[in-house]
């Protein structure tokens, strides 16, 4: 199988670039997931493995081997692409087997293959049906099914399941998942769906403007995220990300939301030094809605806040909470909460929130790093 190496990769259109110095290593066997916005770059990056476009600087490497000049058909890899290319006069059956003819396989092996896959994918009984007589969901099945029946060294997968309806997708999700997993094939997987992205991935690359944002597990992307980008990116509904200073209050420090009268208090265990630099550059506070709990009576350390908007959501409620008001535009300062929707409150009531401080995460504003 292999390992893909880009080293220092750069990708210009014009004066665009659109891939800056992209560092990533993708070990034998692993499922990487490109995950960002629309424009991000993890097209134009998945093309450049594939050999589809050329960096104007850095190396690609395939099992150690400098890849950068290789056609797309050298360098061994199968890819699938949202706008999937069928052949139109052949039937799904004949589509799926191409690859295989094309390597001489017999006709029996084929006929297993396209068999297992069609299977897998729900459209055994679609065979003999040329693509002109398939739905889009239908098409992109036959087009990964395409990719699945050969071995290659490398998967690469760009939103291959867009077209596909919500059940269809969980179950082709799970399916490739598990298919990757026997196979043992290194592939890199693009969505824009963290969702998507969290089900399948050993590890994730964010990738925001053309740069590799962080590159890590579900859990570390998740509950340790590196920048204020990949902060706000991940979750749903997203981390809340307020700026605050650092001050004393009563002797203790304490996190002060700016331009506001809100001081939510740190206990000394943390107590966090911050560099003066990063103190001038002002702090971003943020905290998981699941990393608040709403209670009904005050305690140490909770502070007071309203009822702002409930949205039962079914399994959990996510509260909007007014925390304050932002002293020059009297707006109010709101934080979402989630809570289990036994924890019955309308709009209007106060509640106490106690902030997990283990899961507090400070953000230098200016250079959007992560300071703790
Ligand atoms: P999406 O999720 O919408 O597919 P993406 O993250 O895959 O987005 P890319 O397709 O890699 O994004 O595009 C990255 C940027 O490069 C975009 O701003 C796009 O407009 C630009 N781009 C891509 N291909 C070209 C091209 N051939 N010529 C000029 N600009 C391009």
């Not at 399941?161 to 196979?183: G, P, S, Y």
């Not at 605050?244 to 203790?252: D, K, N």
């Amino acid at each position: 199988m292999a390992n893909i190496k880009l080293e220092n990769i750069e990708k210009r259109f014009g004066d665009f670039v659109a891939v800056k110095d992209f560092n990533l290593e993708v070990q034998d066997k692993e499922f990487v997931v490109f995950l960002g916005p629309s424009g991000c770059g993890k097209t134009t990056t998945l093309r450049l493995i594939a050999g589809l476009e050329y960096p104007e600087e850095g190396d690609i490497l395939i099992d150690g081997e400098r890849v950068n000049d290789l056609t797309p058909a050298d360098r061994d890899i199968a890819f699938v692409f949202q706008f999937y290319a069928l052949y139109p006069h052949l039937s799904v059956y004949d589509n799926i087997a191409f690859p295989l003819k094309a390597v001489k396989v017999s006709k029996s092996e084929i006929d297993t293959q396209v068999k297992r896959v069609a299977e897998i994918l729900q459209i055994a009984n679609m065979l003999n049906r040329k693509p002109s007589m398939l739905s889009g969901g239908e098409m992109q099945r036959v087009a990964l099914g395409r990719a699945m029946v050969r071995q290659p060294k490398v998967y690469l997968l760009d939103e291959p399941m867009a077209n596909l309806d919500a059940k269809i997708r969980v179950d082709t999700r799970a399916e490739i998942k598990r298919l990757q997993h026997e196979i043992g094939a290194t592939t890199i997987f693009v969505t824009h769906d963290q969702v998507e992205a969290m089900s399948l991935a050993d590890r994730i690359a964010v990738i925001h403007q053309g740069v590799l944002q962080q590159i890590g597990t579900p859990y570390e992307v998740y509950n340790r995220p590196e920048s204020l980008f990949v902060a706000g990116f991940m979750g749903m509904p997203t981390m809340n990300l307020l700026d605050a200073e650092l001050t004393a209050q009563g002797g203790e420090s304490a996190l002060r939301l700016s331009h506001t009268d809100v001081y939510l208090p740190l206990s000394p265990q943390r107590q966090t030094t911050i560099s003066t630099a990063a103190q001038k550059n002002g702090l971003v506070f943020g905290i998981r809605p699941e990393h608040i709990t709403a209670v009904n009576q005050p305690s140490e350390r909770s502070i007071a806040a309203d009822v702002h908007l409930v949205e039962p959501l079914g399994a959990v409620n996510i509260l909007d909470i007014r925390l304050g008001t932002h002293l020059e535009t009297q707006e109010p300062v709101l934080l979402r909460v989630r809570t289990h929707p036994t924890f019955h409150v309308t709009v209007g009531d106060t509640i106490w929130l106690n902030f997990n401080e283990t899961e507090i995460h400070l953000f230098d504003r200016e250079t959007e790093r992560v300071l703790s």
